[in-house]
């Protein structure tokens, strides 16, 4: 088993659309959690970091369940722009960050 | 602007030669810096730690004699793939720490050996 393990996706999704990624991680030591954004070819940006509270930027918000060690991404009213591939990542320790397979987004006209 | 440099973003190489990749820090200091290599569909996978002024910690399954790691100063790591193989051609990207737990990565270099 995968120790960040996410939706595969594709998710195919209009303009507009309200979509979910999910995330699952095994690692209970786990320290910080991070959405990364990577675009086709470029390197991995960081989109936000995820807290145990939720946190919320702009149409984006990202919450965090440490019981059950999930982690979520909420992206409101898509934009063509936010066709990317999602990766959720987690921090064990001392920058020891694992990623996950990445979720691809494709927001359609 | 970016704050964590690659060079080269590019390299076409015949088989066996070998290949470095440099990461730099730009404007900040890291004593740490991470090597990772995705494959086409795939996610990113930590080949290892770069330290500097001591040894890289190499992931399990990653040959430390083949992938030559040195973190010769507080804003440079290298990567040098030795005797590369077409096995080997992937996307490599290297990260740095600037804030306590913030991770910058690099642009990435594409290596293809033929």
């Known amino acids: 088993r995968k120790e960040v393990e996410q939706d595969p996706g594709p998710f195919n999704v209009p303009e507009g659309a309200t979509v979910a990624f999910n995330c699952t991680y095994s690692?209970?030591?786990?320290?910080?959690f991070f959405w990364y954004r990577q675009d086709c070819r470029k390197e991995p940006k960081l989109l936000m970091s995820?807290?145990?509270s939720g946190n919320e930027d702009g149409r984006f918000t990202a919450q965090l369940n440490r019981a059950s060690q999930y982690i979520s991404l909420l992206i409101r009213d898509s934009k063509l722009s936010d066709s990317a591939t999602y990766l959720c990542?987690?921090?064990?320790?001392?920058?020891?960050?694992?990623f996950g397979a990445g979720t691809r987004l494709t927001v359609k006209p | 602007g970016a704050v964590v440099s690659q060079h080269p973003s590019w390299v076409i190489c015949k088989s066996g030669t070998s290949v470095k990749i440099e990461c730099r820090s730009l404007?900040?200091?890291?004593?740490?810096m991470f090597w990772y290599r995705q494959f086409p569909k795939q996610s990113l996978m930590l080949m290892a730690t770069?330290?500097?002024?001591?040894?890289?910690?190499?992931e399990q399954g990653v040959e430390k004699d083949k992938f030559l790691i040195n973190h010769a100063s507080l804003t440079l790591s290298t990567l040098t793939v030795t005797s590369a193989h077409p096995e080997d051609s992937s996307f490599y990207i290297c990260?740095?720490?600037?804030?306590?737990?913030?991770?910058?990565f690099g642009p990435g270099t594409r290596l293809l050996v033929l």
């Open positions: 990260s740095a720490p600037r804030d306590s737990l913030l991770q910058y």
């Open positions: 690692n209970s030591a786990s320290q910080s």
């Open positions: 995820v807290y145990s």
């Open positions: 990542v987690v921090n064990r320790r001392n920058n020891d960050m694992r």
């Open positions: 404007d900040f200091q890291a004593t740490t």
């Open positions: 770069s330290n500097e002024g001591s040894k890289a910690t190499y």
